[in-house]
T-cell receptor, first 112, second 116 residues
Framework: ETGVTQSPTHLIKTRGQQVTLRCSSQ?????VSWYQQALGQGPQFIFQ???????GRGNFPPRFSGLQFPNYSSELNVNALELDDSALYLC???????????FGQGTRLTVV | AQSVSQHNHHVILSEAASLELGCNYSYGGTVNLFWYVQYPGQHLQLLLK??????LVKGIKGFEAEFIKSKFSFNLRKPSVQWSDTAEYFC??????????????FGTGTRLKVLA
């Protein structure tokens, strides 16, 4: 186990709805990154949070947003869900400036 | 832009066969290299990593990988696979940015099936 926990583990939403996914980072880690893993693909970087601010973003539209809290936990919010948002969403925690991150078990989101 | 290529999308082997999964990356600077495994229904698990030093890296479960800088490659090997190695394997690279951000770039993965 990596010490990174995500909730919920599975979620079903309807197209157009909004969803919030949660992540608790490993103890002592101050940086959280989010990845989207579509079926049959490798994980793709969505964004990273450090000191409660976005600190790097991948090629995802603004309807993907996030938060980081003072205890370093994080949320990923997706508005106006589309069918293509169906994927496994992975959270990874690390120390800022360190190369290795530790992944949670993921949240499986299904949009119908 | 950084990219990672995994050439074998599906591999089927019999138990005790040797395994080599190819991984090539595209990036001009210093990178960190990783192999992850994802068992069905489970999270990504780190097999091994390379940051610097000896280019032959040994990881968990008998896996090893060799970094060949001139070929931009980081191939994963195991001398004798077991049925329990059936999983999906991901090669990944990351490199630091001026903001201190490290983002992983993953390959598309290789699905390994080991026949008992």
């Amino acid at each position: 186990e990596t010490g990174v926990t995500q909730s919920p583990t599975h979620l079903i939403k309807t197209r157009g709805q909004q969803v919030t996914l949660r992540c608790s980072s490993q103890s002592g880690h101050n940086t959280v990154s989010w990845y989207q893993q579509a079926l049959g693909q490798g994980p793709q970087f969505i964004f990273q949070y450090y000191r409660e601010e976005e600190n790097g973003r991948g090629n995802f539209p603004p309807r993907f947003s996030g938060l980081q809290f003072p205890n370093y936990s994080s949320e990923l919010n997706v508005n106006a869900l589309e069918l293509d948002d169906s994927a496994l969403y992975l959270c990874a925690s690390s120390l800022q400036g360190r190369a290795e991150a530790f992944f949670g078990q993921g949240t499986r989101l299904t949009v119908v | 832009a950084q990219s990672v290529s995994q050439h074998n999308h599906h591999v089927i082997l019999s138990e005790a066969a040797s395994l080599e999964l190819g991984c090539n990356y595209s990036y001009g600077g210093t990178v960190n290299l990783f192999w992850y495994v994802q068992y069905p229904g489970q999270h990504l698990q780190l097999l091994l990593k390379y940051f610097s030093g000896d280019p032959l890296v040994k990881g968990i479960k008998g896996f090893e990988a060799e970094f060949i800088k001139s070929k931009f490659s980081f191939n994963l090997r195991k001398p004798s696979v077991q049925w329990s190695d059936t999983a999906e394997y991901f090669c990944a690279v990351n490199a630091g940015s001026t903001s201190g951000t490290y983002k992983y770039i993953f390959g598309t993965g290789t699905r390994l099936k080991v026949l008992a």
